[in-house]
């Protein structure tokens, strides 16, 4: 991670676009998504689990947010 938060330092402005910013530190806090379901998944979902994680991240989308596992 320490390479990646170099690299955006480095490479993008990203104070100029607070929706990026916060998108990056997101997925550099958290991880990508997949990696943040499977988190919230735990290591043996139920049906039931799985339904939960997907209703909230649909709420996610609808809403224009990023999932961040509980």
């Not at 402005?13 to 607070?18: A, S």
């Not at 997949?34 to 909230?56: D, F, N, T």
């Not at 989308?61 to 990023?66: A, I, P, S, Y």
Request: with cysteine; proline share 4%.
């Amino acid at each position: 991670m320490k390479l990646w938060n170099y690299l955006i330092k480095e490479t993008l402005e990203i104070d100029d676009d607070p929706e990026v910013a916060n998108a990056l530190r997101v997925i550099l806090t958290y991880g990508n998504l997949s990696k943040r379901i499977l988190v919230a998944l735990g290591e043996k979902p139920s049906k039931h689990r799985i339904k939960q994680i997907y209703h909230q991240l649909a709420i996610c989308l609808q809403q224009g947010g990023m999932f961040i596992p509980d």
